[in-house]
């Protein structure tokens, strides 16, 4: 579960690249990019999660 | 303050950055100061020696290997993806070939990161106190002078999102004078990793009830360090203003006061809300609190007025201690240096708030795009990197050193010799 929530964390950054590609507005390059963090933070949330387990499992 | 911006670098701009970066070494040492009394007194040998250790081990891989990758110049390593250049990578020469013939400025920026890469390679070994192997931080060390940070100083400073502005009108770029992104949040995410790997400190989540309280053995050596690292802290940020905000000298002032009213701002909060919540202040919350407001004016120093370095080091103040509580109590985050939150997360929140208070439209989207790269790919690249290394280099001692103590197991010997020693009451 760790590894999964860290093989998510990258797309949120291809995320962000591509928003600064892709849209020359500010608003909706600003939107996408918190798209992208938003992401990156589920990613983090499930590798914290995936840590939690694997602690109450080793106690 | 637009960096990168092509203006001249005067003589007296470099004798004035030289000195800083001479003083700047003090936020190191005050940094080493607060990782020894945040740690047992039974591994304060081996926590301060192993600063210079990871220290030593990080300048050295940096300045063969790194340096090459983090300089910026104009045979940089670019990618052409959508109609615009992406400049990746430094394409300089190893082993520091060259550095004698380099230009005054690219010298004074060589010297700015290998302090800066000392300081990311200290913020780990912080994290790991009482159970990470010296050879494993000096890995760690490597790892990180090596490769990960020379790529994160280089997209900061001169590479891609440096370049933000020129090429996709995003204010100046990612602006970051002081190396929050760079130094602190890398340090505090290279720091969760190496916690996540070495895993907690033996007795600290037992079977049932809470996580047992492992109080830093000298606080005075926390509250100094913290005193130590403010001057080291003005010299860095004022020096990082010259060199990567191109500010005039006479902006200097501000930085500093900016600086200042971080930190003593996060301690004052600190204070009124460990007060509020433990009944009387925490004084090593409250250095915590300090160097978070420190390490949001990494960030925040350079481009933003005094009033809103007041409100950003406030605000790290506030949520440093409630973090550095949760971390523990909630997420089974063993870091005895609280460096996840002192660093990784108010470096995080200095450079958002550099963005949002900073007077150029669309710093805030450039600031993301930075934060964005910094935890969607630095933290999974460090985390597989130091897997890999955990498989060559164990990081965590094993159960014996641990219940004797990393001074005795790993260099035969206490620093407090005369100490008469008690039996440990925190196993059960």
């Known amino acids: ?59 | 303050m637009t960096p990168l911006a092509p203006v001249p670098y005067p003589e007296t701009s470099f004798a004035l950055t030289l000195v800083l970066l001479l003083l700047a070494p003090m936020a190191i040492a005050g940094l080493a100061l607060v990782n020894v009394g945040l740690g047992r007194s039974r591994s304060a040998m081996q926590s301060a020696l192993g600063t210079l250790v990871v220290i030593s081990t990080a300048v050295i891989a940096f300045v063969l290997a790194g340096w090459a990758i983090a300089s910026g110049g104009d045979k940089d390593l670019v990618l052409h993806a959508a109609g615009k250049a992406w400049d990746w990578a430094g394409a300089g020469r190893l082993f520091g070939a060259g550095l004698a013939s380099a230009p005054a400025r690219d010298q004074l920026m060589l010297l700015f990161e290998v302090l800066s890469v000392a300081m990311v390679a200290m913020i780990p070994w912080g994290s790991g106190a009482d159970r990470l192997r010296l050879p494993a931080g000096a890995g760690i060390a490597a790892v990180l002078g090596a490769a990960v940070f020379p790529l994160a100083a280089h997209w900061a400073w001169s590479g891609w999102l440096a370049q933000l502005g020129t090429n996709f009108s995003m204010a100046g770029g990612f602006a970051d004078g002081g190396g929050a992104g760079p130094i602190h949040m890398l340090g505090g995410l290279a720091a969760l990793a190496v916690i996540w790997i070495a895993g907690p400190r033996k007795g600290k989540f037992p079977r049932e009830g809470l996580s047992t309280a492992m109080p830093g053995h000298n606080v005075v050596y926390v509250l100094f360090g913290s005193l130590v690292a403010l001057v080291g802290w003005l010299a860095w940020n004022m020096a990082g203003a010259l060199l990567w905000l191109n500010a005039a000298p006479s902006k200097l002032v501000v930085v500093a006061i900016n600086t200042v009213l971080a930190a003593t701002a996060a301690l004052v909060a600190t204070f009124s809300v460990t007060r509020v919540r433990f009944g009387k202040p925490d004084a090593s919350l409250c250095a915590n609190g300090w160097l978070a407001g420190l390490v949001t004016s990494s960030a925040c120093a350079g481009v933003v007025p005094p009033l809103a370095a007041l409100f950003v080091g406030l605000v790290a103040g506030i949520v440093t201690p409630l973090m550095v509580e949760s971390f523990e109590l909630v997420l089974s985050i063993d870091d005895p240096s609280g460096a996840v939150s002192v660093h990784g997360a108010a470096g995080l929140w200095g450079l958002i708030a550099a963005g949002v208070f900073a007077p150029a439209a669309g710093q805030a989207a450039a600031q993301l795009v930075g934060v964005s790269t910094l935890l969607g790919l630095m933290l999974p690249v460090v985390y597989g990197l130091f897997w890999l290394l955990d498989w060559v280099i164990a990081f965590r001692v094993d159960a014996d050193g641990e219940r004797l103590g990393m001074d005795l197991h790993e260099l035969g010997g206490n620093a407090y010799p005369e100490f008469v020693v008690h039996r440990d009451e925190s196993y059960r």
């Open chain 1, 1 to 59: 579960m760790k590894y999964a929530g860290l093989l998510v964390m990258p797309a949120g950054f291809f995320l962000t690249v591509a928003a600064i590609v892709l849209f020359p507005g500010a608003a909706q390059r600003t939107a996408f990019v918190l798209c992208g963090l938003a992401v990156e933070a589920m990613g983090l949330g499930v590798a914290v999660r995936g840590h939690m387990q694997l602690r109450s499992e080793n106690r």
